[in-house]
Each structure stands twice: as structure tokens, then as C-alpha cells.
């Protein structure tokens, strides 16, 4: 099993829907889970950090579930520039690893006028 | 502005030649530089974690001879991609890590091997 595993889409989305990426994680013992964002032939971006309480950044909301080792993006009223590949991230943090991050393969959004 | 540094950001250059790849933490000491690879429409894969004064680690798969990282100070790390072959072309990045900050990328190095 893949230890951090998305679906791969695309989804193609018009302006101003509403859309939800899942992610789920293998290893128990992560700690740290974030979404970056990852444009065209660009370095992958901070999109936001992923907390159990869930949380909230304008029109993104992530939210953690640990005993379901499931993580999930929602994003609302898309704009056209949201469209890139949204990257699922989990961190480990144990010995001579911290702070490696253990990516998904990335969701692709593409949000059409 | 930039938190990590990478540069080039594109190199072409001939079969059986080296590349040397740079990233530098420009306003951080970075304990840990890790180097990612990621070939079209697939994800970032991890290939090594470096610290600081000590030998790189490679992830399986990845041939250390083949892909050389130093790591001389907290603000630079290098990958050296010796005798480099047209498989070898990918996109190329490094990310910058402390304690208790996020992760910085390099904005990655396109390289191709013609």
C-alpha cells in the first residue's frame, strides 16, 4: 500500500463549484499533514497546514481524520486559477528523517469558465 | 521574496557529462536540505535527505554515485549528477527545513540530457 495515496483525476470543474479532494495516509505514526499546490512545471507551494480541528483559509477548508488516517481539501466557489495539481502531504517525524515529507501523487483540478 | 535558492533553473547538456545543481537557504540555517525528482505527470519522489556535515541519505533506488550531494554549510547543499544520460532528464528540486519552520522549496532545475 502506498503510503500516501490521492486520487489522480482530473476533475474538471466549472467556475464557482464546489470541490473535494480525499487523501489517506498509511502510517499511523504521522504526524504532520498538509496541501500544497503544485503549478505546471513549477515547485510545489504551501497551500495550507492541516490540523484535527480542522481549519479554514478563505474559500479552502482542510480537515483530518487520525483514527481514519483520511485528509481531505474542500474547496468552494472556484476561481480559474485554482487550477493545478493539489499535492496530498504527510511529515514524519522520527530519527535522522525529520522533517521529511511523504507526498501524494496529486490531484489535478482544472476549472473551466 | 525567495526563501531557497536554486540554481540553475534549466540545463541542457550533453550524455555523459556532469551537472552540478546549487540550493542555498537565503535567510535561514537550514539543518536539512532534502532533493526531490519528479518526471512528467508523476509526484515528487524523494531521492536523498542531507544534514548538514554529514553523508546524505539516499532513498532506495537512488545510486549515491551517481547522484552526488554535499552539504558544506546550513545555507547550501549541491547535486552533482555525474555522467549524466537522457533518463537522467527531470525536474530537479531541493527544500530547505529547520526545526519549527515549514519546509522551503527551490523553485527546481529543469534539466535535460540530449
Known amino acids: 500500500r502506498k503510503e500516501v495515496e490521492q486520487d489522480p483525476g482530473p476533475f474538471n470543474v466549472p467556475e464557482g463549484a464546489t470541490v473535494a479532494f480525499n487523501c489517506t495516509y498509511s502510517?499511523?505514526?504521522?504526524?504532520?499533514f498538509f496541501w500544497y499546490r503544485q503549478d505546471c512545471r513549477k515547485e510545489p507551494k504551501l497551500l495550507m497546514s492541516v490540523y484535527s480541528s480542522g481549519n479554514e483559509d478563505g474559500r479552502f477548508t482542510a480537515q483530518l481524520n487520525r483514527a481514519s488516517q483520511y485528509i481531505s481539501l474542500l474547496i468552494r466557489d472556484s476561481k480559474l486559477s485554482d487550477s493545478a495539481t493539489y499535492l496530498c502531504?504527510?511529515?514524519?517525524?522520527?530519527?535522522?528523517?525529520?522533517?521529511?515529507?511523504?507526498f501524494g501523487k496529486g490531484t489535478k483540478l482544472s476549472v473551466k469558465p | 521574496g525567495a526563501v531557497v535558492s536554486q540554481h540553475p533553473s534549466w540545463v541542457i547538456c550533453k550524455s555523459g557529462t556532469s551537472v552540478k545543481i546549487e540550493c542555498r537557504s537565503l535567510?535561514?540555517?537550514?539543518?536539512?536540505m532534502f532533493w526531490y525528482r519528479q518526471f512528467p505527470k508523476q509526484s515528487l519522489m524523494l531521492m536523498a535527505t542531507s544534514n548538514e556535515g554529514s553523508k546524505a541519505t539516499y532513498e532506495q533506488g537512488v545510486e549515491k554515485d551517481k547522484f552526488l550531494i554535499n552539504h558544506a554549510s546550513l545555507t547550501l547543499s549541491t547535486l552533482t549528477v555525474t555522467s549524466a544520460h537522457p533518463e537522467d532528464s527531470s525536474f530537479y528540486i531541493c527544500?530547505?527545513?529547520?526545526?519549527?519552520?515549514?519546509?522551503?522549496f527551490g523553485n527546481g532545475t529543469r534539466l535535460t540530457v540530449t
Open positions: 502531504v504527510v511529515r514524519m517525524n522520527y530519527g535522522g528523517s525529520q522533517g521529511n515529507l511523504i
Open positions: 527544500s530547505a527545513w529547520t526545526l519549527g519552520s515549514p519546509l522551503h
Open positions: 502510517n499511523s505514526a504521522s504526524q504532520s
Open positions: 535567510d535561514f540555517q537550514a539543518t536539512t
